[in-house]
């Protein structure tokens, strides 16, 4: 989502990331992998108005603000509870960021802001973009605020894998041919597994999107605000909606952008968001082939033949790796290429980057520009260290949501499934959906709807050929909010606001900044 510099991919993929199959949802145990009517009309339950007694000393503790070493912005750190259910029995500190509004005009209060993940960094996001990118109006009356959710980045993050043994995760093969590599993809998700279980053991039972929604709330409290005002992504819908459904008659102002659908399994989550790839990747064929420099096709290739064009090199790439020119050897197999092609789906200005990437690696066997595409995607850096994101985005995933799959024999009969949902990446995706099935912690979260019955209107944006959260999701989030609105943007990429789109973000701006949503049915492009 970066038309205008924002970041990368606010919300991670399902199957492409073996750390995390879907994107927010994927969770650990082995579960139905089908929505059962009960979970479909379970809502999500509000808490009680008057804080309890035994949370009162984290609403009302005080923030140590400091300089963060970045020109105008603070930073501080907040204490939460551990386990909300033992609350004094053990803290979890979490990284808060602030910019205070600049003005001229009333002050609104404070605008939290989430871009996604699980897993991505909120502090980093703000002082990276929301604090100097939003709209100066914005600005100019909200205090902008970002707490990374526990487990993730500043807020002690939750650690799985050194770099070294995450470049060989990020390496296996997802689209086994056999038994003996279908055990090498068990092994890689049970190494990961155990990993997160030796290095973080407590933090990993306590990282759930209720629980981070809890600490929005201590947050909100903390900063002197009445109501909660809100800007989530991709995942931060989750999060942001998750709040709602808890919090209720504490909703501000809330635009939930690229929305989830909680009330689905994992394994329809990852099976509806392969068929949300397959939709942006036919725009980029079709996009793809208009160019001269397409290594997929000409201007007669239909975009079917373009994927099939693209899974023979992908098949190619399964049997003989490429040179990527990396100094610590690494090749560039199925695996890290299908990672790149997926990560240009999220943002349409990034096809000419993957043309390019594509045309090296097909024509110059130089796999350097997929490489760098994934290498983003995973967050790795120049000296092969990677951030906590895929480790944090696995354990908020494995706690929210029972398994997609229990073990490989449902993988198998699910493949045709995901095949016909995409027939280029429904394979690997739905083999790297199996990920949460060897987690050593049991899921606390099941399928939901969230009502959020007697919350001020709040603003869902979907995007009708967004890859990552389909465009249905956000219809249906928007009718189980009580006070839901939906405003739809008619274009590629994942999330709309800021992305170019005039339509779009006067809109949502009018909303942060008067508090009225727009009409009913209000579409955009």
């Known amino acids: 989502m970066r038309r205008t510099a924002r970041p990368a991919r606010p919300l991670r993929a399902g199957g492409v990331l073996l750390a995390a199959a879907v994107l927010l949802i994927s969770a650990c ?11 479909t009309e379970a809502a999500l339950t509000a808490l009680p108005r008057a804080t309890p007694s035994a949370l009162s000393p984290y609403y009302q503790q005080k923030l140590n603000w400091r300089s963060c070493g970045v020109p105008g912005f603070e930073c501080a750190t907040m204490k939460a509870p551990l386990d909300y259910a033992k609350p004094g029995s053990g803290d ?3 990284a808060v960021s602030r910019k205070k509004a600049t003005g001229p005009g009333k002050r609104l209060g404070s605008l939290l802001v989430n871009p996604g993940g699980p897993g991505g960094s909120a502090v980093g996001y703000l002082q990276s973009h929301a604090g100097i990118g939003y709209p100066a109006d914005v600005r100019a009356r909200y205090d902008m605020v970002a707490v990374d959710p526990r487990g993730v980045a500043r807020s002690e993050p939750v650690e799985c894998l050194n770099g070294r043994a995450m ?4 390496q296996t093969d997802t689209t086994p041919d056999d ?6 993809l068990v092994e890689a998700f049970k190494k990961f597994a155990e990993g997160c279980g030796e290095h973080s053991p407590e933090l990993l039972r306590h990282v759930s999107t209720v629980e981070a929604a809890r600490d929005m709330d201590i947050l909100r409290a903390v900063l002197g605000d009445e109501k909660l005002n809100y800007v989530g992504a991709s995942y931060g819908t989750f999060l942001g909606a998750s709040y709602a459904g808890l919090y209720p008659d504490r909703v501000g102002r809330l635009v939930l952008d690229g929305a989830l659908d909680p009330s689905l399994t994992a394994r329809k989550l990852n099976e509806e968001q392969t068929a949300g790839f397959e939709t942006a990747f036919q725009s980029f064929a079709k996009d793809c082939v208009r160019h001269s420099d397409c290594p997929l096709g000409d201007a007669g290739t239909s975009p079917d033949q373009v994927g099939r064009n693209l899974k023979a090199f992908f098949q190619q790439l399964d049997k003989e790796p490429i040179p990527a020119g990396d100094p610590d050897g690494r090749k560039v197999g199925e695996a890290l290429a299908t990672t790149g092609v997926i990560a240009a789906m999220y943002d ?4 000419p980057q993957l043309r390019d990437a594509l045309t090296s690696a ?4 130089d796999g350097a520009g997929l490489l760098a595409l994934s290498d983003s995607y995973y967050e790795r850096d120049a000296d092969g260290q990677y951030a906590n994101l895929m480790s944090a985005n696995a354990a908020v995933n494995c706690l929210d949501l029972p398994a997609a799959f229990s073990g490989p024999d449902q993988v198998e009969q699910a493949l045709p499934a995901f095949e016909k949902a995409s027939p280029v990446f429904g394979e690997g995706l739905a083999w790297a959906s199996l990920n949460c099935a060897y987690w050593p912690v049991k899921n606390t979260g099941e399928p939901h709807r969230i009502e959020a019955k007697g919350a001020a209107p709040i603003l869902v944006v979907g995007t009708t050929r967004d890859p990552a959260t389909p465009y249905p999701w956000a ?6 909010l009580s006070s839901g609105t939906l405003l739809t943007y008619v274009g590629d990429g994942h999330t709309a606001y800021g992305r170019g789109s005039t ?10 900044l008067q508090g009225t949503p727009p009409e009913k049915g209000k579409r955009c492009s």
């Open 29 to 39: 145990s082995s579960g139905s992998s089908t929505t059962t009517a009960a979970a």
């Open 92 to 94: 979890v500190r979490l």
């Open 167 to 170: 470049d060989a995760f990020t």
């Open 179 to 184: 038994g003996r590599e279908t055990d090498q």
């Open 348 to 351: 349409e200005t990034a096809w």
């Open 362 to 365: 097909m024509k110059k066997n």
């Open 475 to 480: 219809q249906s989030l928007a009718s189980q």
């Open 503 to 512: 339509c779009i973000d006067s809109t949502i701006n009018r909303y942060l």
